[in-house]
């Protein structure tokens, strides 16, 4: 299976600031997923990233909040923009690989803390 | 109503026992089954996917799907304290993208 690196893997920010989140697959994918887990709550998607197109977004979030970059089929960033307390939580990245019967692959995650 | 119910738990069991965590769902357009581990601190692995209903064995770990009572679940012989983690159940339609999680159930597996 693909090895994902994502970074950082833990911030603490200040209100207001924002962060950019990176994810590196070592192979090439078609799909990258942007995940948000609150504390204590499921896995939520936030975005579905696409390469060469803008990101499709789920209900509840949106670009100007959470700008999305997929300049390739190996890279995507996700940006916490104007942060805020609530926004507080650990972000993930996925990547599909059909090859493996629909097995979706997670990075370790970011563990963000807005102060 | 969510779409995927897991008890959080947190469930604590001695070494050595059968483990069964299970999810209920109301979506009858799910027709992959994921089962998820997750240690502290980590990103989620995928430890078991099946299609549709029925059962798929992988050393200790069962997984069971009834898509007539929307019910799955993953049972774990001979439980170790390394199993102690988070499993977080996920589905998937069959044309989707979109994984639906369960919130996870916390097993602890103590000596």
């Known amino acids: 299976s693909a090895v994902i690196s994502q970074k950082p893997s833990r911030d603490i920010c200040q209100r207001g600031t924002s962060l950019t989140i990176q994810c590196q697959v070592d192979?090439?994918?078609?799909?990258m997923f942007w995940y948000r887990q609150q504390p204590g709550q499921s896995l939520t998607l936030i975005a579905t990233?696409?390469?060469?197109?803008?990101?499709?977004?789920e209900s509840g979030f949106v670009i100007d909040k959470f700008p999305i970059s997929r300049p390739n089929l190996t890279f995507s960033t996700l940006t916490v923009s104007n942060m805020s307390p609530e926004d507080s939580s650990i972000y993930l990245c996925?990547?599909?690989?059909?090859?493996?019967?629909?097995?979706?692959?997670f990075g370790s995650g970011t563990r963000l803390t807005v102060v | 109503q969510k779409e995927v119910e897991q008890d959080p738990g947190p469930l604590s069991v001695p070494e050595g026992a059968i483990v069964s965590l299970n999810c209920t769902y109301s979506?009858?357009?799910?027709?992959?089954f994921m089962w998820y581990r997750q240690y502290s601190r980590k990103g989620p692995e995928l430890l078991m996917y099946t299609y549709s209903s029925g059962n798929k064995e992988d050393g200790r770990f069962t997984a069971q799907v009834d898509k007539s009572s929307k019910y799955i679940s993953l049972f774990i012989r001979d439980s170790q304290p390394s199993d102690s983690a988070t499993y977080l159940c996920?589905?998937?339609?069959?044309?989707?993208?979109?994984?639906?999680f369960g919130t996870g159930t916390q097993l602890k597996v103590e000596l």
């Open positions: 996925s990547v599909e690989f059909r090859e493996t019967n629909y097995g979706y692959t």
């Open positions: 990233a696409n390469q060469g197109s803008e990101a499709t977004y």
């Open positions: 979506n009858s357009a799910f027709q992959y």
């Open positions: 996920a589905m998937l339609t069959g044309g989707g993208n979109k994984l639906t």
């Open positions: 192979s090439q994918v078609t799909m």
